[in-house]
């Protein structure tokens, strides 16, 4: 089985990842680090951590679809967190095997930003989170950005009937239905 977590930067993704994977004892593969493999590695593919989660997604997409296809032939069991799959892209995996894989989006969609910022500020793992480093107008302006992206991925799950849960509020209460859902 193959538990896709998507969604906005700071939505609590890899959470919910690193929760499934230590509970089902199956490995992890945040696609941030494909993303970084791309940007520090082969640049002249143009995907890059700096541009929006969308333009990410939609060239990196063939790449991702040819890999988890192969996991899926492989009957591998892995979860896949990033923000780098949109809901219209990967519903047709969805679809042509509905019992391979299982998928939600997180997002926020109308958090209160200097509480965001806040959370980012004491909550992160300073060793690890890379928008800790990042003054207080970068965090609040990327806030905003991952708030827009959060209400187009809402509709588009709505609209592909995949599963999206909202963290604006009871945060943690949201991945507790979030984890329960992909663990059903």
């Known amino acids: 089985m193959l538990y896709i977590i998507s ?24 696609l941030d680090w494909i993303m970084m493999g791309f940007t520090n590695g082969i640049p002249e593919y143009g995907i890059h951590d700096k541009l929006f989660p969308y ?54 969609t109308d958090v209160d930003v200097y509480r965001k910022l806040h959370e980012v500020r004491n909550f992160s793992d300073k060793e690890k989170d890379w928008l800790v480093a990042e003054s207080d107008e970068y965090i609040l302006d990327h806030v905003k950005n991952m708030m827009v992206h959060s209400r187009q991925i809402k509709i588009s799950c709505k609209e592909n009937s995949i599963k999206y849960f909202d963290t604006s509020e009871k945060f943690l209460d949201a991945l507790d239905d979030a984890e329960r859902y992909l663990l059903k």
């Open 7 to 30: 969604g906005a930067s700071g939505s609590g993704k890899t959470i919910t990842a690193k929760k499934i994977s230590v509970r089902k004892r199956i490995p992890y593969i945040s």
């Open 55 to 108: 333009e990410i997604a939609q060239r990196l997409w063939s790449f991702l679809k040819a890999m988890l296809e192969s996991m899926i032939h492989a009957e591998t069991d892995c979860v896949i967190e990033g923000e780098a799959i949109l809901p219209e892209l990967i519903v047709e995996l969805s679809k042509k095997h509905p019992d391979k894989l299982t998928i939600c989006f997180l997002g926020f």
